[in-house]
């Protein structure tokens, strides 16, 4: 272990928070200032100049894109013969919500993210880890690097808690998603066709997602059953299911 | 310049193709091969394997990924203040499919890119220039690694041929957008409020943006005037405006 390392582990008056980044992430940070932030949610952060506040959400926009990046590397490596459909929707999967809300659970940031409970209700608790994981990949990409940066998701997260083929297998539902949701809250669920365009050749299937009665979203494409996955799909985004 | 370079630009059998790149692109290119698929459009393609096509497409979801890491790192830095909402437009702004094709024009792109005229029909050819543009930076990517791809993206043709400024301040109005376009193709437009949601203290606004009596897009927000927004902009989404 190099010298400042060990200084950081052992003598450091932030020794111990040091140590618990070093536990979770399996190096040792630089500088600490870009972690405490990337833990950080809006809801205990304070407005540093001009209201912008010292909170995660800058360092989540940057570390989503540099996530997005390497996994693009990764997907495309990976799959030489997955055309850019394949690519889209896998990494869409990976980058999932759900799925990095899941990782920082597993990977214990529950014990470093920083919020006010009273600000936060229960729904929302969840994606706040998620946010936390890619504004923690913002906060190593300033501190060490693209390279740091893609061996450390590569190795230690990817390697270790992405299970890419199942993953790949998994084909999210939106339809069967949103009805249960439905079943679950007693609300009418239908899918309505409202019209089909006749091309010369192909049809246009235009759906909506009704829920009690109200639209929640609408799906245009050249068969039913697609029209009804993208109506359930964009009913699931704005139901925030 | 180091000899590989001299050889590739003055003795290689494929110094013309080098030179011209070289010319359009300020550097000399390692792996031909990338750059060469980098300006094939899939019309011109051939199936390499299991139906996969030696086209630009898998380059330009690559590229796609880090041109929006380096413009998520570029905006990061250059406004200290920015939060998350505005940098997320900025940058949508800035890799938008107009402004890559207008970027890619400049850059000289049509002399490289391949692609069948009779496939490709006069609406579509514009923006096969900024996919090309997308796959070009893959290929940098694959060739010469992040950081050579982030100079070049900076110094090339960030700086040269992107007014970050300018941008920040031109809004981009679907609705005026959508209007005019129907207006150009003779066609009927407007926006009905399918229904207001009332909430304890807010209100929530679904807005319908139809075009000759199709519902082309729909728009829930808090504001009647967000959500027309939204309602253009998904209308001009599926109108390939």
Same mark, same amino acid.
């Given at each position: 272990m190099?010298i400042?390392?060990f200084?950081?582990?052992?003598?450091?008056p932030n020794?111990k928070?040091?140590?618990?980044?070093?536990?979770?992430?399996?190096?040792?940070?630089?500088?600490?200032?870009?972690?405490?932030?990337?833990?950080r949610?809006?809801?205990?952060?304070?407005?540093?100049?001009?209201g912008?506040?010292?909170?995660n959400?800058?360092?989540?926009?940057?570390?989503?894109?540099?996530?997005?990046?390497?996994?693009?590397e990764?997907?495309?490596?990976?799959?030489?013969?997955?055309d850019?459909g394949?690519?889209?929707?896998l990494?869409?999967? =990976?980058v999932?919500?759900?799925?990095?809300?899941?990782?920082?659970?597993?990977?214990?940031?529950e014990?470093?993210?920083?919020?006010?409970?009273?600000?936060?209700?229960?729904t929302r608790?969840g994606?706040?880890?998620?946010?936390?994981f890619?504004?923690?990949v913002g906060?190593?990409?300033?501190d060490k690097?693209?390279?740091?940066?893609?061996?450390f998701?590569?190795?230690n997260? =990817?390697?270790?808690? =992405?299970?890419?083929?199942t993953?790949?297998?998994?084909e999210?539902?939106?339809k069967?998603?949103? #009805?249960?949701?439905?079943?679950?809250h007693?609300?009418?669920?239908?899918?309505?066709?409202i019209?089909?365009?006749e091309?010369e050749?192909?049809k246009?299937?235009?759906?909506?997602?009704?829920v009690?009665?109200?639209?929640?979203?609408?799906?245009?494409?050249?068969?039913?059953?697609?029209?009804?996955k993208?109506a359930?799909e964009?009913?699931?985004?704005a139901?925030a #299911?």
């Open positions: 190099p400042a390392g200084y950081k582990l052992y003598l450091s020794r928070y040091i140590k618990k980044l070093h536990n979770l992430l399996g190096f040792v940070p630089g500088n600490l200032s870009l972690y405490r932030m990337a833990f949610h809006k809801s205990v952060a304070q407005a540093v100049k001009k912008v506040k010292n909170s959400e800058r360092l989540e926009f940057l570390g989503d894109a540099v996530l997005g990046c390497v996994i693009a990764v997907l495309f490596k990976l799959y030489p013969y997955g850019e394949f690519l889209t929707e990494r869409s999967k =990976i999932s919500r759900v799925n990095l809300n899941q990782l920082a659970r597993k990977l214990g940031f014990q470093l993210i920083e919020y006010d409970t009273r600000m936060v209700n229960s608790q994606s706040l880890l998620g946010d936390a890619e504004a923690l906060a190593v990409y300033l690097g693209y390279e740091f940066t893609k061996d998701l590569i190795n997260i =990817i390697k270790s808690h =992405i299970d890419i083929h993953l790949e297998q998994t999210t539902n939106f069967s998603k949103l #009805i249960e949701w439905c079943q679950r007693s609300k009418d669920i239908s899918f309505d066709l019209e089909n365009q091309g050749s192909t246009l299937f235009t759906i909506q997602a009704i009690d009665g109200e639209v929640m979203g609408m799906g245009k494409e050249f068969s039913k059953k697609n029209a009804e993208l359930a964009k009913a699931c985004e139901l #299911i």
